[in-house]
């Protein structure tokens, strides 16, 4: 959710996207653009993120891996931008001023890639749908469901690694990010 009163044009948005984005990869095995900005929207409230954090060891004195105390590279990269105020600082969510514009920033892992970065790309009310059992008008298969940045049936975890992948467990054509907004979808 935006916390910035006024929108920036896309190409302002995405400027600074990218700018963020280039400070970060370093710290992430991926990162993607997604939200508004990834669905090309004219005007833009804020700069939505999916990062997949790189995980690197700590070691010892001796210059041995410490088993359990490994760190994400992606909060080291974190600590490097020039940030205005940081909101929220979650495992899976972070939400911070850059810029003057509002980010959230949605972590992810190899498991929840493809669910996060769908999700997290939208719109609000494409979501809603994707997320919806069919029985009630929306998207899901009345055998799956989404949790936890997964998607689930009867326990078991479906391998989304992909937005594709989401796309064929849900037996959905692939919808570009751009037809996800006025219910171009159905």
Not at 162 to 183: Q, S
Request: charged share 20%; glycine share 10%.
């Amino acid at each position: 959710m935006s916390t910035t009163k006024t929108k920036m044009p896309y190409a302002d948005a995405l400027a600074l996207a990218d700018h963020l984005v280039k400070k970060l990869q370093l710290g992430c095995e991926r990162i993607l653009i997604a939200g508004s900005l990834r669905r090309q929207k004219h005007e833009v409230g804020d700069i939505e993120l999916v990062a997949m954090p790189m995980i690197v060891p700590t070691y010892d004195m001796f210059g041995s891996p410490v088993a359990g105390m490994e760190h994400s590279a992606l909060d080291d990269a974190l600590t490097q931008i020039n940030w205005e105020g940081q909101t929220k600082n979650g495992p899976k969510y972070k939400q911070f001023m850059y810029s003057g514009a509002s980010v959230d920033l949605f972590i992810a892992n190899a498991e929840t890639w493809g669910c996060v970065a769908t999700i997290r790309t939208g719109s609000a009310d494409f979501t809603h749908w994707l997320v919806t059992p069919r029985r009630h008008g929306g998207g899901c298969p009345s055998h799956l469901k989404f949790s936890e940045g997964r998607l689930v049936c009867g326990g078991a975890h479906y391998p989304t690694s992909e937005e594709i992948d989401v796309f064929a467990a849900l037996e959905l054509p692939w919808i570009e990010p751009i037809d996800r907004i006025d219910g171009r979808w159905k």
